[in-house]
């Protein structure tokens, strides 16, 4: 087997690998013959998606409807023509339904010809897990709007997201007032003009209430509105990803001073309605820590038995007593386990913990206390998606065989320095490196050794440059080495010196003395280019120069 054939059996194995895990196809196209190509296990996988008969599409504009494939045409040919990249969600027809994809692509040039190639992915779960979530939202919103307290919701920038058609009765606000990001201070300004808050300078009322809200800390008050009538506020804030996200605020009309039972009753079914529909696994404990509620997540989630739950009243004791007799928390005295977690419990803080169960599972738990006493628990499963997250990642920015950073990588860490440093007003050095003899080697000793040199040259790359810089292969015994905020010639010179004595030092693999060297161009930002095409094709040209000059050297663009 060559080079090339080697080259491709790799490329081709990652792409075959990258398809089955993360649902990724392939495409190229060529701006010259307005032609698409994609390999025929991608259009197996478009296949799959869609719902359709093996061998049915010849490349992913056939999977298109006719609108998306005019747009899918337009946004293509602004990238072509423009030489950017390329990101587009597009919906997918087929004996499936409707199927939703991301396509991405970025030119492609060699010294043959000048392509654009990309890939596209499956996103028609998250597309379907969205479309449940709004759902969910709705069903939330209708849920509030039935709630005879008014209720709000801000964010964590003091903006309303979230309210019901009582917030505004029971707070007496104009209709016109109340909107989507509508500010808290706001608010606050419009009950201070009107004396809601006594006497006083409103604007230095407005600011210290402010400041206190912009602390997101529990709170239950009572306060009287103008008019004779008296409100119950309650609030309490909420978290994601461990930062506080927003606040929730109640306010009851307790004019009255007593709810009836009917409301008592409504307020319980509607508060099991919105438990039972949250987007996860979810348990309310009171100040006694007996069980108040939870849903059908819970159980299946942390595989607790019915039987559990079959008693009156089930304590939060009764729970950890038969996750401690199962192995949950590892080794250790079963009482002593017992004692240490209720004791936390009975703290009521609020806290955010990973769990890994026995069950090789990862679970996100979020616990808030309430302000009347006990605290609600959700639990989220986020185990598969991180997996699948890291092992799509690694397999298409790194090379499968070096584990450096492959072509597409290197290409999108250059456009990211050349913002960097035109930002900036910095310099940085581009090495293009190729090595001499490799042909050979591989001819003399096989490609086994050949892979093995690679690995050993990815090596000797990254210990010859700083931390900050970047090592990438390319393809083949091609690299690419990125120097950020250089000083000047003098400084790449260097590293320069330093990875061709490196190379050139030769090493012994599987027994075999094998010696090579490298020849290297160098083009410098913003000398010899500003863009990332025309500072390749510098250091490039500068690298064919090196070899014919004799090999194990290296050249300035230009010189």
């Not at 719902?51 to 609108?67: C, H």
């Not at 597009?90 to 890939?119: C, K, M, Y």
């Not at 209709?175 to 419009?190: K, L, N, P, T």
């Not at 309310?284 to 820590?289: E, G, N, R």
């Amino acid at each position: 087997m060559n080079k090339e054939d080697c080259k491709d059996c790799l490329e081709r194995r990652q792409l075959e690998l990258t398809q089955r895990i993360g649902r990724v196809g392939y495409w190229e196209y060529d701006p010259t013959l307005k032609s698409m190509f994609s390999s025929q296990s991608s259009m197996d996988l478009l296949a799959a998606i869609t719902g359709r008969t093996r061998g049915g599409y010849q490349s992913l504009i056939d999977a298109l409807p006719e609108i998306e494939r005019k747009r899918f045409h337009a946004a293509l040919d602004k990238a072509v023509s423009r030489h950017l990249t390329l990101h587009i969600e597009l919906r997918l027809t087929g004996a499936n339904g409707h199927q939703h994809i991301v396509v991405r692509g970025a030119p492609i040039d060699d010294d043959v010809s000048r392509r654009f190639a990309g890939t596209f992915h499956d996103i028609s779960q998250q597309k379907r897990t969205e479309e449940e979530l709004e759902k969910v939202i709705t069903q939330l919103q209708a849920l509030l709007d039935a709630l005879p307290q008014g209720v709000s919701v801000i964010d964590n920038n003091l903006q309303l997201i979230l309210w019901n058609r009582r917030f505004y009765e029971i707070l007496d606000f104009p209709q016109s007032m109340v909107y989507r990001y509508a500010r808290f201070e706001d608010f606050i300004r419009h009950n201070a003009m009107r004396g809601e808050y006594g006497p006083g300078d409103p604007e230095e009322q407005v600011r210290t209430i402010v400041d206190l809200a912009s602390k997101f800390q529990p709170h239950h008050f009572e306060r009287n509105m103008t008019g004779g009538r008296t409100l119950l506020v309650e609030g309490y804030p909420f978290n994601f990803g461990g930062e506080i996200s927003g606040f929730v605020t109640t306010y009851t009309d307790i004019t009255d001073h007593k709810l009836t039972e009917d409301l008592l009753i409504r307020q319980r079914d509607i508060m099991k309605t919105v438990i039972d529909n949250f987007p996860g696994a979810i348990s309310l404990f009171d100040a006694d820590l007996r069980m108040a509620a939870c849903n059908e997540q819970f159980k299946e989630l942390l595989e607790l038995p019915n039987e559990l739950f079959e008693k009156n009243d089930t304590y939060f004791e009764d729970l950890i007593r038969f996750n401690v007799g199962r192995g949950e928390y590892g080794p250790g005295n079963p009482e002593e386990q017992i004692a240490a977690i209720i004791a936390r419990a009975r703290d009521f803080q609020e806290h955010r913990i990973e769990r890994s169960r026995p069950n090789g599972r990862w679970l996100e738990i979020r616990g808030t206390p309430i302000p009347s006493g006990g605290f609600v628990t959700s639990y989220i499963d986020i185990t598969e998606r991180k997996k699948a997250e890291e092992r799509i990642q690694t397999l298409a920015l790194h090379d499968t065989l070096t584990g450096l950073p492959n072509r597409l990588n290197v290409n999108d860490q250059m456009e990211q320095a050349l913002e960097l440093a035109a930002e900036n007003d910095k310099r940085f050095a581009l090495l293009f490196l190729d090595l001499d003899g490799f042909k050979k080697i591989n001819d003399t000793f096989g490609h086994d050794i050949g892979d093995e040199l690679l690995i050993h040259v990815a090596k000797q790359l990254k210990e010859a440059v700083r931390k900050t810089d970047v090592v990438a292969r390319l393809g083949g015994d091609e690299f690419i080495v990125l120097l950020h905020d250089i000083d000047g010639v003098t400084s790449v010179s260097a590293i320069a010196d330093k990875i061709v004595s490196r190379l050139t030092e030769g090493c012994t693999l599987n027994g075999i003395e094998v010696k090579t060297g490298a020849s290297i161009g160098i083009a410098l930002y913003p000398d010899h280019g500003l863009s990332r095409e025309d500072l390749l094709k510098a250091a490039d040209h500068a690298m064919y120069s090196a070899k014919s000059k004799g090999k194990s050297g290296y050249e300035f663009s230009g010189t």
